[in-house]
């Protein structure tokens, strides 16, 4: 079964963005703290308009994970982004930590799930688990809502069915942790190093075919939303595209929908 998996969504590329505001700052002070001191958030709305610019500059289609809070606070860019042909999943509401939540999951999922159908007009298919923190019974939740994937693991360089683990009818689209831009800029590495980091890891993954899956930030402190790291993003996603081994921009829910399809 992995094989045809593997056949069928190797050579596809997804671009997905954490769309991560003052929802970070909020997990520790309230929102009359957030002025000065607890700032970065603020500057996410550009960093999504400088991301849509590139897209639509490079035709890439591109998945974006939403948390419930910053739809509620940006409900217009949100609606932007969907308009702009990019699919919208959920990222949780607050940011919480499902794997403490409790009796109070499923309520949770589905205040989130309901707050991005209401903004954009059509319920999600994709979850990510903030911080990639989970508990035994977030898959079944989430597969009783309706979800077709998760992108919250990095345990492997295809997709893979999660029936087994309680998502029944579910497929994970693991993310690749060298493309994770948070991981790099988090520890100050020069944008020529993190660039250098980026080709090196597609390179390695596209030399056997993989699935890849690039995770992005808006933000300007851990995210590419600074003008000159989106420089070195705009100069990687051309390199990808005439790489030697031609690969496919896809959304998460379509590279979802190729794995189900060969599972099936």
Avoid at 25 to 33: K, T
Avoid at 46 to 74: C, K, M, S, Y
Avoid at 97 to 109: E, F, I, M, Y
Wanted: charge should be negative; glycine fraction near 8%.
């Amino acid at each position: 079964m992995s094989n045809k998996i593997d056949q069928a969504t190797g050579g596809t590329m997804c671009i997905t963005v954490n769309v991560h505001g003052a929802s970070v700052e909020l997990r520790a002070v309230n929102e009359e703290r957030l002025v000065g001191r607890y700032a970065y958030g603020n500057y996410m709305p550009n960093g999504v308009d400088r991301l849509l610019r590139l897209f639509q500059t490079l035709h890439i289609p591109a998945t974006f994970f939403v948390p419930g809070r910053e739809a509620e606070r940006h409900p217009e860019l949100i609606r932007e982004i969907h308009a702009a042909g990019h699919e919208i999943a959920a990222n949780g509401y607050a940011l919480e930590d499902h794997s403490t939540l409790g009796d109070a999951q499923p309520d949770v999922l589905k205040k989130a799930h309901d707050v991005l159908a209401s903004c954009v007009g059509e319920a999600p298919v994709g979850w990510r688990a903030p911080d990639g923190l989970m508990s035994s019974d977030t898959l079944s939740h989430l597969s009783a809502l309706g979800y077709k994937y998760d992108s919250s693991f990095q345990d492997d360089d295809f997709p893979y069915l999660l029936d087994a683990d309680g998502g029944v009818g579910m497929v994970e689209l693991p993310q690749n942790p060298t493309l994770l831009d948070q991981n790099l800029f988090s520890i100050k590495q020069p944008d020529a190093r993190v660039h250098k980091n980026w080709t090196e890891e597609f390179n390695g993954l596209n030399s056997v075919g993989a699935f890849i899956c690039m995770t992005l930030h808006p933000r300007q402190d851990y995210g590419v939303g600074r003008a000159p790291r989106m420089k070195h993003l705009e100069s990687f996603l051309r390199e990808t595209q005439y790489s030697p081994r031609p690969i496919k921009f896809k959304t998460c829910a379509e590279v979802a929908a190729l794995a189900m399809k060969a599972a099936a």
